[in-house]
């Protein structure tokens, strides 16, 4: 048990040491620009523990982890998939637009709604699949390229055909898709906290694609660990010469990375169309990026992503607390995000090799032993 | 007459192993110096060492009568050593010229390349040396053969008095072999020294004025080539009696296993294998022998179904696979052992029990359908270990943390365990000790006697002649010859294999 | 037949000189259809070379890196830093010391990425997502704490900087008027562009904006593509620095220090992208750092890079070319001349599809047709397309090159890849 312990506690030391590092350069920050670490970190757990401030976390946490999840897919067999950020505005784009439109029972109504979602994600990121197997394009660039088109074209394009008209009619039109119906929105989750708590205050509602986001998370774990399709994904990922003379056919797995990838990015923007019944003429962008950092901080594991995902939307959430009371500047809070990111790169980077040198100390240590 | 190289005492050690122990060398200036051991014998580390790729843990080191400690190459090419890699140190996109005078450019003001200067000085060292090269030709577009003589041309370059040869015949044709024959003698002629580091016995022989041989780290013997016979050179390195893989009594049935038709494969607009034909039963191991780079490892990707066919078929057991994906083939019972176990063999990050499953996850005791089953792969993994002798502290050890033969073992492993009808064994004991080199070959052996059909490719000859029943020779691509290892010897397999003799009626 | 070969044996400049030459007259030709001639205006090339410049110096930021052999996607957060802190230079320093502290912003951010890729072996697309990260939390952190508070009185605030002091412009003496120790030189482009002759004065007009009224850092940015050219395949430096990026184990084997020059490349390509985030900060926007003013152009960069095949003159066609829609987006108000472009692009696919006829290059002649037929079938039935076409351009230009040209591109062959001293 003890070599499991010790790398229980490899794995860990490596984000515990970028969060330290990127706690302690951000106080230089602090500190240079005449505020009070302490005082701003104090105010950021204090106000974390209101339940209200837990429920926007959670909130925030959602399209953050399922972005995360939706980056590690491709991260697993080694593809980088920068397009989640184009896949998932797109998807929401249209499955808002698609549940303003149709009218069906509450429950499939929503299940067309997700349905939708994710495979206008699966195909737009399946394009970039296409492209690197039928053509060889590093699906870094065409992803970059992709998230281009939807951002600066696609969007515009879509949210100019589907607009929505002002409510009480006139000339005046509010950008944004129409309302979605009762019957395609997720109830929120705020009953089911106030069995355990308290009421919930401030009209904060805890969104219910977190059970959704659940899901994926629980449904990643088990499909890249337990099943088949993991396996040679994995494996795809380790070594695609190895993989291939193992069976695994290298063009189709990157088909189907690239689309699942982009199938849960789909679903990355049904927080937000959840929460508001359209899809709004600003959406929130960069979720995509985000979640690019969320994966590599949780090394591109579900409970990783978790963690990640959680700590990335405290920052966010606490970012609005310090301005409120003063103790620093809000903007600092980015800077300690892509500290972390940084680090626990470079931190993953250097305890992987303490642990591969112990292996191969361990292991020739075997032989010798043996011969002797 | 001060000697160029002396060697006292070097040591190297590495987590493990003792790479170097105690070497003594010694190379007189003006000589050709073969060094000869067996892989894992040493050679590449004391050839490193004295390169100055890296350091000695202990011993001396002195280069024409002056001690020195080499920190990095560049303390070498100093004292007048150079050194050409086995694998070429050459950039594909880069000209004759850039590649020779990198690292010690002519410059004018201002960093700017002399290229008049450089151009006209390695015209100069290509000439007096007899080897002819266009210096404003790109690499990519040399053979093989050209692109050695690149590599020797930027040692001297260097004024190298010195030159480190790293087993330069492995990668060349017969007739290159003579080129490079002749100019390691012109070389001679005008005063340089060379290490020549070989383990093919004839051409050490032919072409060294003293041979040092290497085994198990330590320098062993130093003899003159006139008192030794190749015989008495192979002893020498392997230290006992030579160990042979006789196959004792033929197996063979009539049952075909597979039936390979005018088998052709093409890259870009030339074959590389054309109209193979082969036959392969129950309980025959057919030799593959050839010069690599004839089209052997094609004809494997060809059947494991990594590369398409131009044209022909494949047949197992009487269904044709010509089409079928890699899966299907390895499902029906196609086992393999590639020729590079780090590039094709295994996942070298993951786990030893992922290992043993690659290329039989489909099937039990790994999977059950849609899901992995954890506990059958380890099981399976920990019967490889026992059975195949794998050592490891555990199964749970990445598998690069394994020493290579121990890799190759777990790959036999997983591929015997597997119980294949047909095997495809691409260079099965190639880099690796001795001890895991029977054991291979003791495999590869009950295997046949329960009536394993095995395609073995092989640049050992005599692994070939050992373990074949049948021996086919590839030449550019064909088949040139099918002989009997019975009466066939290395030599005239050697013939085949240059096209020096020709059989009738053999295509 | 003999068309194609004796085009094969043109000197490369008189090859695209030719191949230029085409693309003006087609843009003549094309334009009159839609009664526009802005397509070939010369106020269209001077301002597809404003939008160029930064792109072209975020892709020769990225020759840099890449011909070191590392992929720097975290052009595009060197570039922030690059527009901040050459805002901050210039308001605090004067316009060239901005650009000089830009191009040094630039520069940090091209230091993390080494010290991540090259010192600890990080995967170099993931640090260059780490940078994208951190450059915009850098640049509004420093917002917050500079620009909203000792410049709030002036138009500063957490997004956007006052207005900041520029370098001058210059004009070229003789081609095109400019001063030369205070004598006014005639301006010889601008006496044919007016003269109205067919073709002659299109292309008069295209040089003539391309000559005229332009920043010292264009002056600059346009020098520096045939010294990095230079720098990479003259000098001793260059072929170190390629060697890095083609085979690094056979430079170390030569005694080369591999990771200077890594360090160099990562840290020059980090200053250059800054250097470009100066220029949009000093010459765009009427002069003002604004945040998201990059507008992906880091990224655009890389494609520029790709588009020209790793050589400073490719990705200088490439940086003009992805210029030229967002020049023509500007000053194209009835949207004719986006129209003009649709059939445009329908003809360089056409003219893609013969290529791939002459091959024999059965899937790409198809492919081309299609995208050429959508293209000219768009053109025939929309009057004026939607302003998000021109947008888009220069994306849809990068797939479609990448679609159909991957195969030729020659990228360092070991770009990308993780390098460790003493494992050859």
């Known amino acids: 048990m003890r070599p499991f312990l010790r790398r229980v506690a490899l794995g860990a030391a490596a984000p515990a040491m970028a969060l330290v590092f990127a706690v302690v350069a951000s106080s230089i920050v602090l500190l240079v620009a005449g505020s009070n670490p302490f005082r701003a970190y104090g105010d950021m757990l204090n106000h974390a523990s209101k339940l209200e401030t837990m429920i926007d976390i959670l909130n925030r946490a959602t399209p953050l982890f399922i972005s995360g999840i939706a980056a590690a897919i491709g991260f697993r067999m080694n593809l980088f998939n920068i397009g989640v950020e184009g896949q998932y505005l797109l998807a929401a784009l249209v499955a808002a637009e698609v549940g303003s439109v149709i009218h069906l029972p509450a429950p499939i109504h929503l299940t067309v709604i997700f349905l939708v979602a994710m495979t206008v994600g699966a195909g737009y990121g399946g394009i970039a699949g296409v492209l690197k197997v039928s053509r060889g394009i590093s699906e870094v660039i065409s992803t970059i390229m992709l998230n281009a088109v939807v951002v600066s074209g696609l969007l515009v394009a879509g949210l100019k055909l589907w607009q929505a008209p002002a409510p009480g009619g006139g000339n005046v039109t509010r950008l944004g898709t129409a309302e979605i119906p009762k019957s395609g929105r997720i109830p929120n989750l705020n009953k089911i906290v106030e069995i355990f708590t308290r009421d919930i205050g401030r009209d904060r509602k805890l969104t219910g694609v977190l059970v959704v986001a659940i899901m994926v998370g629980v449904g990643f774990h088990v499909l890249l660990n337990r099943s088949r399709f993991g396996f040679d994904l994995r494996a795809s990922g380790a070594n695609p010469f190895a993989a291939r003379a193992g069976g695994v056919s290298p063009k189709r797995m990157v088909l189907m990375a690239m689309a699942l990838s982009g199938a849960v990015a789909g679903l990355v923007g049904m927080t937000e169309v959840m929460q508001g019944g359209v899809f709004p003429s600003n959406p929130i962008q960069g979720l995509g990026f985000a979640g690019i950092a969320v994966a590599l901080l949780g090394r591109n594991s579900a409970i990783g992503a978790a963690v990640a995902a959680l700590m990335f939307a405290f920052l966010d959430i606490s970012s609005g607390i310090l301005q409120s009371t003063g103790s620093a500047s809000r903007e600092i809070i980015q800077i300690m995000q892509g500290l972390i990111i940084l680090a626990a790169v470079v931190a993953y980077q250097v305890t992987q090799r303490v642990r591969d040198r112990e292996e191969a100390r361990a292991a020739s240590a075997a032989l010798s032993g043996a011969t002797a | 007459m001060a000697r160029a190289i002396e060697l006292v005492g070097i040591t190297k050690r590495f987590p493990g192993v003792v790479a170097n122990d105690r070497v003594d060398l010694a190379v007189e200036e003006g000589e050709i110096h073969a060094i000869c051991g067996e892989n894992g014998a040493g050679k590449s580390t004391l050839m490193k060492i004295l390169y100055g790729m890296q350091s000695p843990d202990d011993g001396v080191m002195k280069v024409f009568g002056n001690e020195v400690h080499f920190a990095k190459p560049t303390d070498a090419i100093n004292m007048g050593i150079g050194m050409v890699h086995q694998h070429f140190m050459l950039a594909e996109n880069l000209t004759v010229l850039e590649s020779v005078i990198l690292g010690a450019e002519p410059t004018l003001r201002g960093g700017r390349i002399d290229f008049d200067k450089a151009k006209a000085h390695v015209r100069e060292v290509g000439q007096a040396y007899g080897l002819d090269v266009n210096p404003d030709e790109l690499i990519e577009t040399l053979e093989v053969g050209e692109r050695q003589r690149v590599e020797i041309i930027k040692v001297l370059y260097r004024g190298a008095k010195i030159l480190i040869l790293d087993e330069p015949t492995a990668v060349l044709v017969p007739q290159e072999v003579e080129a490079l024959f002749r100019n390691i003698r012109e070389l001679k002629a005008s005063g340089s020294t060379i290490l020549f580091i070989d383990h093919k016995l004839d051409e050490v022989l032919a072409i060294a004025d003293t041979i040092t041989v290497l085994r198990q780290g330590r320098s062993v013997a130093t003899v003159k080539p006139a008192d030794v016979t190749a015989h008495d050179l192979a002893e020498l390195m392997v230290g006992s009696e030579l160990p042979t893989p006789n196959t004792t009594e033929s197996t063979v049935t009539d049952v075909v296993v597979m039936q390979i038709k005018d088998l052709t494969v093409d890259e870009g607009d030339r074959s590389v294998v054309s109209e193979v034909n082969l036959t392969v039963h129950r309980g025959e191991v057919v030799g593959v022998a050839g010069v690599e780079g004839n089209g052997q490892a094609e004809l494997v990707d060809a059947i494991i179904g990594t590369r398409q066919l131009a044209s022909g078929s494949i047949e197992m057991l009487g269904i044709d696979i010509t089409h079928s994906s890699v899966r299907h083939r390895r499902e029906n019972g196609i086992g393999y052992i590639p020729q590079d176990r780090q590039r094709e063999g295994l996942l070298l990050s993951a786990p030893l029990w992922e290992n043993a499953a690659l290329g039989h996850q489909t099937q039990k005791p790994f999977s059950n359908g849609f899901w992995m089953d954890r506990e059958g792969m380890r099981d399976a993994t920990e019967q490889i270990r026992t059975a195949f002798d794998v050592r490891t502290p555990t199964i749970d050890v990445a598998a690069h943390a394994l020493s290579g033969g121990n890799q190759q073992k777990l790959i036999v492993g997983r591929e015997m365990s597997a119980n294949p009808t047909m095997l495809i064994a691409s260079h099965p004991t190639r880099g690796i000790d001795v001890g895991a080199q029977a054991a291979v070959w003791d495999q590869l052996r009950a295997a046949r006697a329960a009536g394993l059909a095995t395609l073995l490719i092989s640049a050992d000859l005599d692994e070939l002649i050992g373990l074949a029943d049948t021996i086919v020779v590839m030449l550019r691509g064909r088949l040139v010859a099918t002989l009997d290892p019975a009466t066939v010897t290395p030599r005239d397999l050697g013939a085949y294999m240059t096209g020096a003799t020709q059989q009738a009626g053999a295509a | ?424």
């Not at chain 3, 490349?265 to 470009?276: F, Q």
Request: glycine share 14%; charged share 15%; net charge positive.
């Open chain 3, 1 to 424: 037949m003999i068309a194609v070969n004796s085009l094969k044996n043109m000197p490369v400049w008189a090859r695209w000189a030719l191949y230029a030459f085409i693309g003006v007259v087609v843009l003549n030709v094309v334009q009159g259809f839609d009664d526009t001639t802005l397509l070939t205006a010369e106020g269209t090339t001077r301002s597809m070379l404003r939008w160029g410049v930064p792109i072209l110096l975020a892709g020769l930021g990225g020759l840099f890196a890449e011909r070191a052999g590392v992929v720097n996607i975290g052009l595009e957060g060197m570039m922030v830093l690059g527009t901040w802190f050459g805002a901050w230079g210039a308001l605090t320093y004067g316009a060239w010391w901005g650009l000089l502290i830009g191009a040094l912003g630039g520069a940090m951010g091209g230091l993390l990425h080494a010290v991540a890729t090259v010192q600890f072996g990080v995967d170099h697309v993931i640090s260059g997502v780490a940078i994208n990260i951190l450059g915009p939390g850098i640049t509004r952190f420093l917002s917050s704490e500079i620009f909203a508070v000792k410049y709030k009185d002036s138009g500063g605030s957490i997004t956007q900087s006052p207005r900041v002091p520029t370098v001058g412009r210059m004009t070229f003496p003789f081609l095109a008027g400019g001063d030369l120790g205070g004598w006014k030189t005639p301006d010889i482009l601008g006496w044919f562009s007016k003269k109205d002759w067919f073709v002659i004065s299109d292309i008069t007009a295209i040089l003539r904006g391309l000559v005229s009224d332009m920043s010292w850092v264009t002056v600059i940015a346009l020098a520096l593509v045939p010294f990095s050219a230079w720098l990479l395949w003259r000098t001793r430096f260059g072929l170190r620095m390629r060697i890095s990026g083609e085979r690094p184990e056979a430079g170390e084997a030569q005694g080369i220090n591999i990771y200077f020059y890594k360090y160099v490349g990562v840290i020059v390509s980090g200053a250059l992208a800054g250097l470009g985030g100066a220029f949009i900060a000093s010459q765009e926007l009427s002069g003002v750092y604004k945040e998201g003013s990059t507008g992906g152009r880091g990224f655009i960069g890389l494609a520029a890079l790709i588009f020209g095949n790793w050589r400073p003159m490719g990705i200088f066609g490439g940086a003009m070319l992805f210029g030229y829609p967002f020049a023509l987006k500007l000053q194209d108000l009835n949207g004719k001349a986006s129209h003009s472009l649709l059939l445009v692009t329908a003809i360089a696919l056409f003219a893609v599809m013969l290529w791939a006829l002459l091959r024999r290059n059965t899937n790409d002649t198809v492919l081309a047709a299609v995208f050429g037929g959508a293209a000219l079938a768009w053109y025939l039935l929309v009057e004026t397309p939607p302003t998000w076409w021109a947008a888009i351009l220069p994306y849809v230009i990068v797939l479609i090159v990448l679609i159909f040209f991957t195969k030729r591109l020659r990228p360092p062959a070991a770009d990308g890849q993780i390098y460790r001293k003493g494992e050859a």
